[in-house]
């Protein structure tokens, strides 16, 4: 199981950007998917996270700005950055509670590789 993230960038204050995280492998189910962010010096925080029946979960300094969804057929999670603000400048790295397939089924957290967003003031 892997998780490939994409989506990020250089914008202005202001602008926007979207995140694309998908999850590939041995999957049986997808609990929880979410979006980190770790800016330099500063300990990595839960930006937004999402579970299979919808419910989201949003740290404060995002809400009404960021939205995370979730398409399950594609096992997929996004994450919509609206009105972007110079400290949003941070690595964004997805991460999802993942039951594999199998046999032997486990259940564990995967990361993906993180993706750079830089807003410029």
């Known amino acids: 199981v892997q998780l490939q993230a994409s989506g990020g960038g250089l914008v202005q204050a202001g602008g926007s950007l979207r995140l694309s995280c998908a999850a590939s492998g041995s999957i049986s189910s997808i609990t929880v998917m979410g979006w980190y962010r770790q800016a330099p010096g500063k300990q990595r925080e839960l930006v937004a996270g999402i579970i299979d029946s919808g419910t989201t979960k949003y740290a404060d300094s995002v809400k009404g700005r960021f939205t995370i969804s979730r398409d399950n057929a594609k096992n997929t999670v996004y994450l919509q950055m609206d009105s972007l603000k110079p400290e949003d400048t941070a690595v964004y790295y997805c991460?999802?509670?993942?039951?594999?397939?199998?046999?032997?089924?486990?259940?564990?957290?995967?990361w993906g590789q993180g993706t750079q967003v830089t807003v410029s003031s």
């Open positions: 991460a999802a509670t993942i039951r594999s397939r199998g046999v032997i089924r486990t259940t564990r957290d995967y």
